[in-house]
């Protein structure tokens, strides 16, 4: 908080150091600045965020500190956001250019399109892309992707290595274990002489924790993945993510304490909370500016939808679990297809910022569906049997909270996380009018095809084989979700309100 106070940065939100270990006198500072899940360069709607004021801030600590900032994305840039559906992540690289980061690792949504885009993107980054364990389905890396480099920074050789989260990817991704790539990644960076070894991962906070854990001779993680900000120490050893979309950006300060072999390291971390008042840096905003005005040209000009009378919240934490905003959509969705029940995996809904209160308008809502072929609805048979299934399958463990979870409309339910999975949906399932959904009984249900036809977050839904039939022979006979929500909001005569919460009752808290 001195930093900020003293040299005029931007206020300090959090301040933790963990305690050194020896008085050794001070050798040496290296200084990172990480973001992390960025999808848009632009300022959030809420005021917050915006690549232009990280980079300024960077540029501020450069100058207050009178030495480099390595600054640093933990992966998820090229997708998805409202640009990315039609540029394909073009319009990210060219901020970070912009931004002059200096090291990305890769996230699992570097992967979502094409291998041509994800080469295309690669060759026209100014940065330095990392991955160990990612690559070619062939085993060879990416164009232009290392599994680790080294620089100089302040007399010290620094060594970082990149890993990325191992998921069900197209086939011309090839992920191996992250741990076992880890410890022969940090074998390679100490033969090269590095002082200093640090991870830029791409992965789930308990797997960066183990590997933390497992491997003593890293310094700290800088890591991505999770969008609501994580931080853990080990021994000295730091673990640290910020939140999405540049909401804030953590600064990590290494001093080293000694000389030689006695040399030691402290690591302290500040978090940043990047939002209003703070100074732009001007390149990186005319780059902004420029792909903002793409937007208008690429689907027409915007247009309103009627006007919210309160905030509607559909940052990403708050919509993977019920939410008003998620109940809207669902409501869209079921009454648009005229079925008894409507769900929809929390993951498909990619807005991830607050709908002010005020006019809401079609880019908005185009902004809230980024896969939009993972979008499109399907309506299929099922009994009351089947709908508890697939409702087990988005409480259960590791979905409870996360992207599998099932936003509904149509039925009610009870939860009780402290279960085993495949039971934590207790009593009766009932109606939107209360009531009782029998096992045998019949019902219609539209549900998006990402889960339905793909089996993605794990559902297995067999009932809806035919529809995605019928779907593959025709892409364009189902609707878009976005466009029943457009109508939707559209039958609301100009006041949009988004529905209560209520459907979900969480028997755990």
Known sequence: MVLAATLGLPAISACRTTPATTPAAQAAVVRMLLVNDVYVTDTLRDGNGGLARVAALRDSIERATGSRVLFVLAGDVLSPSVLGKWYGGAQMVDGFNAARLDLATLGNHEFDNSRSNLVARLGESKFQWLSGNCGEASGKPFPGVKGWDTLRLAGVKVGILGTTVVREYAPYVKCTDPDVVTSALVDTLLQQGAELVVGLTHRFIFEDSLTLLREPRLHAILGGHEHDGRRMEREGRLLVKGVSNARTAVLVTFTRDGLGASARWRVRDQLFTIGRGMRDDPVTLATVQRWRDTLTRRIGPDRVLGIAPEPINAIDSISKRESRFGNMITDAMRLGTNADVAMINSGAL???????????????????????????????????????????????????????????????????????????????????????IAPGD??????????????????????????????????????????????????????????LTGRVTRLDR
């Open 442 to 499: 019949s019902l219609t249900v539209t549900f998006v095809t990402f889960p339905a036809c793909r089996s993605g977050d794990g559902y297995r839904i067999p009932e809806a084989a035919a529809a995605c039939r019928a779907l593959e022979q025709h892409p364009t006979s189902m609707p878009r979700t976005a466009d029943l929500v457009l109508q939707h909001l559209e039958r609301m005569n100009g006041r949009i309100v988004a529905p």
């Open 350 to 436: 990619r807005f991830d910022d607050m709908m002010a209160a005020g006019p809401i308008t079609r880019h908005m809502i185009e902004g809230v569906f980024l896969f939009a072929d993972e979008t499109r609805v399907i309506t299929f048979p099922l009994s009351g049997a089947r709908l508890r299934a697939l409702l087990e399958t988005g409480v259960r463990q590791g979905a409870l909270g996360g992207g599998a979870y099932p936003q509904v409309s149509g039925v009610r339910f009870q939860v009780d996380g402290r279960r085993p999975s495949g039971s934590r949906v207790v009593g009766d399932l009932l109606r939107e009018d209360g009531r009782v």
